[in-house]
């Protein structure tokens, strides 16, 4: 079959890797007869480049080339298809099928939530506040996939606001969600994660929450949640399925 390399951004905070590892390590159980293959734009080793390499030298001509992004930022537009065409002029003979980006997708809306309920977010609290914490990008359309899951939850719920927040690059960073939430009426708090592993941006968000709000819960990464699996092989599939072009820059 043809190889499934998924490629995560990468981080210093080995927790990132090890989280990225642990996903595939679900993907592979659900799919045994599939070649997975791990793979980092920076940070984190090996490298994008490296393991295209890798599989062109274990006789493979084809691969899928999987984000594990949560949107169509700098880093599906630009960073991934660098790569790939990067590998594609040392290994002419290589064809490599870029899969779409994780999101957005009702199992990754699914996953955040079953995440914030078992750090025990309540839906019927009226006087709880939400905040649905993600990375930020200077593409808007990014930041909206994360206000549009926020807006969903609050619309199922009894809260007193569900908002995004972003750890950098776009508004309404922690503090300012956090007044948000507290003109609505809320009087307890909690951290959505919009995030696929932890890492240096979560635990800023996380600080942020604490330092503006005491206690708040706080929900864990997406990671390893079977959905989220499912997602990936999907998108494998639908790669595999639509026969998609090799990447240009």
């Not at 957005?104 to 995440?115: F, G, M, S, T």
């Not at 914030?116 to 006087?127: Q, S, T, V």
């Amino acid at each position: 079959m043809t190889p499934l390399i998924a490629v995560a951004h990468g981080s210093r905070d080995p927790r990132s890797a090890a989280t990225i590892r642990g996903l595939l390590d679900v993907v592979r159980a659900m799919r045994p007869e599939l070649d997975v293959r791990a793979a980092f734009l920076d940070l984190s080793e090996p490298l994008l480049g490296d393991v295209l390499d890798a599989v062109r030298a274990d006789g493979h001509r084809e691969a899928v080339v999987l984000p594990l992004l949560l949107g169509r930022a700098f880093h599906a537009r630009v960073d991934v298809p660098a790569a790939v065409s990067e590998a594609e002029r040392r290994h002419p003979d290589l064809r490599v099928r870029v899969g779409e980006v994780l999101g957005p997708d009702p199992r990754l809306d699914a996953a955040a939530w079953r995440r914030l309920l078992e750090a025990g977010a309540d839906p019927a609290d009226p006087e709880l506040g939400v905040l649905l914490a993600g990375a930020g990008s200077s593409h808007a359309p990014a930041n909206r996939l994360v206000a549009e899951v926020a807006a969903r939850w609050q619309a199922r719920t009894s809260w007193a606001g569900a908002v995004a927040t972003f750890a950098a690059a776009a508004d309404p960073d922690v503090p300012a969600a956090l007044e948000l939430l507290r003109a609505r009426g809320a009087r307890r708090f909690a951290v959505g994660s919009w995030f696929l592993a932890p890492g240096l941006l979560p635990d800023r968000v996380a600080q942020l929450a604490r330092d503006g709000a005491g206690s708040p819960l706080v929900a864990a990464p997406m990671a390893d949640d079977p959905e989220v699996a499912d997602l990936v092989l999907h998108r494998y599939d639908l790669a595999i399925s639509r026969d998609l072009l090799p990447a240009a820059v």
